[in-house]
């Protein structure tokens, strides 16, 4: 079997407005005709999800550098369960279910991973390597900073509706909770950033931030 996903192509118009029923219409359509072996529809389904998916498990994760592994992971284990879908949820929400047990399963993998590190400086060495000089990155590396220091059920509420799109409702189901809990976790989420974006200005400034 080929496990090597098709990297998504075409161009992405990130300044048009996005049209997320249509997209959610679109993208449950080809999941469905892939699951019946049409090809070229499970290459559609994936390129449309592609970039929701790395954007989810980035921030999940508060590990953007592990991004695209798990993106990959995720399409092969939806590719794989694919006769299971039966359209009941859109295939996007589907899809970020099955990115969460990735994200998951590679937090459990990485706890029972023994650490062969001989050295204190890898931090150095990671940020050596990082791409810079590139539109929003210095302001990408500040969300995801803020991001980590979330707890994890907040985080998720934060970025599957603020960052994803999906409505409160969307987010509920993927989470497993009430869209109260959720409209909860997304306000404190909210205000723990902006507290932390304060600090950061009040400090930058070199003053006392206030508490």
Known sequence: ???TLPAPRGPQRATVPRDRTAEDSAATAWALAARAGNREAADAFVRALHRDVVRYVA???????????????????ALRTLHRFEG??????WLLTIARRAVVDDFRR????PLL????????????NQPTGLPGFEDGVALQDLLAALPYDR???FVLTQLLGLSYAEAAREAGCPIGTVRSRVAWARSALIR????????????TPVS
């Open 1 to 3: 079997m080929n496990t």
């Open 59 to 77: 921030h999940l994760s508060a590990d953007p550098q592990a991004a695209e592994d798990l993106a990959q992971d995720t399409f092969l284990r």
């Open 88 to 93: 009941r949820s859109s295939a996007r929400t």
């Open 110 to 113: 990485a706890a029972a991973r």
């Open 117 to 128: 590190a001989d050295t204190d400086d890898w931090c150095l060495t990671v940020e050596r």
């Open 155 to 157: 985080r998720q509420a």
């Open 196 to 207: 932390r974006l304060e600090q950061g200005e009040e400090e930058a400034l070199g003053r």
